[in-house]
Every structure is written in structure tokens, then in C-alpha cells.
């Protein structure tokens, strides 16, 4: 838990860097980010489980784990998120694969 736990921390120091530097651009997204996850029809760890699978196939490692985190604390499921890591490989191919295979680890480590 403690790998996926600091890199979680270092992504978010590093973002509230970010939003200190260029508060206005920040707030704007961090607006457009609580638009998207709002919950609707679509649940909202579906929404994070779609983003994560989305930075597994464009293999952003930070992405991974930011958007894993928040799919637990929305409630995504083991089965659930290994089901959308799949839909991701389809997308992304053998390098898709072993950023899911990162994927997979952090949900592990961060629900654990």
C-alpha cells in the first residue's frame, strides 16, 4: 500500500503546487473535473474507472493512480475495475496490458 500511497500524495502535492501557481486555470478545472464525476445517470466510480482505463491506454502512471484512488473512494469494486482494465487492454494492446497490470496493483494497494 505504501508505493501507490506516497506516489497518490506526490501527485496531489504536486497539483496543489500547480493550483497555488495558477489558481484561476485550476479552479476553472478542478470545475470542469466535479462537472464530470457529478453523479447522473452514470455512476460516479464508473466515471473514474472510465478515466482510469482512459490513462491506462494513454499510459499516464500519475493518471493511474489518481483516477484509481478516486474510483474507491466512489466505490469501485475489485471486479468492476479488473472488467473496465480489460475494456482498456482491448483499446491500448500489450502496452495497454502493463499499464494495467500497474493499474490493478495500485487498486490493490491502496484498498488494502
Known amino acids: 500500500m505504501?508505493?501507490?500511497?506516497?506516489a497518490l500524495d506526490?501527485?496531489?502535492?504536486?497539483?496543489a503546487g500547480l493550483f497555488k501557481a495558477e489558481r484561476q486555470t485550476m479552479t476553472a478545472f478542478k470545475g470542469l473535473t466535479d462537472a464530470?464525476?457529478?453523479?447522473?445517470?452514470?455512476?460516479?466510480?464508473?466515471?473514474?474507472?472510465?478515466?482510469m482505463a482512459i490513462?491506462?491506454?494513454?499510459g499516464c502512471d500519475d493518471?493511474?493512480?489518481?483516477?484509481?484512488?478516486?474510483?474507491?473512494k466512489h466505490g469501485a469494486g475489485r471486479e468492476a475495475f479488473?472488467?473496465?482494465?480489460?475494456?482498456?487492454?482491448?483499446?491500448?494492446g500489450g502496452p495497454g496490458?502493463?499499464?494495467?497490470?500497474?493499474?490493478?496493483?495500485?487498486?490493490d494497494q491502496l484498498a488494502g
Open 36 to 51: 464530470a464525476i457529478r453523479r447522473g445517470v452514470v455512476d460516479p466510480a464508473i466515471k473514474e474507472m472510465t478515466a
Open 10 to 15: 506526490q501527485i496531489n502535492a504536486r497539483l
Open 2 to 6: 505504501a508505493e501507490a500511497k506516497a
Open 82 to 92: 479488473a472488467e473496465m482494465l480489460a475494456v482498456a487492454v482491448e483499446m491500448a
Open 55 to 58: 490513462a491506462v491506454a494513454k
Open 97 to 107: 496490458a502493463v499499464y494495467a497490470a500497474k493499474a490493478l496493483q495500485a487498486y
Open 63 to 72: 493518471c493511474i493512480v489518481y483516477h484509481t484512488a478516486a474510483a474507491l
